[in-house]
Nanobody, 115 residues
Framework: QVQLVESGGGLVQPGESLRLSCAAS????????MGWYRQGAGKERELVAG???????SYGDSVRGRFTISGDYAKNTVDLQMNGLKPEDTAVYYC?????????WGQGTQVTVAS
């Protein structure tokens, strides 16, 4: 069974930082098959960070310059470092993995940014 487990969410004040981690039960053969998404209240799920087919990092316009995605493929983990957090970053963050054309999602971890 494919399993993705997120950790690291919490409540922080604007301007602070948070680091999320995703542990995958299946081997990550291609970095481009991994990514982080988020879904705010009343909004659709959107891509936050991922990898191109060449293995380079890519980011959504609203987080570029503040967030950094990285992977440790020996441990099958993918992290998301979030700096300079804003209230609009408040959402449930999901880890995603694509295996043989099928999509798998973690249960999500809540990130709340408020003063």
């Amino acid at each position: 069974q494919v399993q993705l487990v997120e950790s690291g969410g919490g409540l922080v004040q604007p301007g602070e930082s948070l680091r999320l981690s995703c542990a995958a039960s299946r081997t990550i053969f291609r970095a481009s098959n991994m990514g982080w998404y988020r879904q705010g209240a009343g909004k659709e799920r959107e891509l936050v960070a991922g990898f191109t087919s060449g293995g380079a990092t890519s980011y959504g316009d609203s987080v570029r310059g503040r967030f950094t995605i990285s992977g440790d493929y020996a441990k099958n983990t993918v992290d998301l470092q979030m700096n300079g957090l804003k209230p609009e970053d408040t959402a449930v963050y999901y880890c995603h993995q694509r295996i043989r054309g099928m999509d798998y999602w973690g249960q999500g971890t809540q990130v709340t940014v408020a003063s």
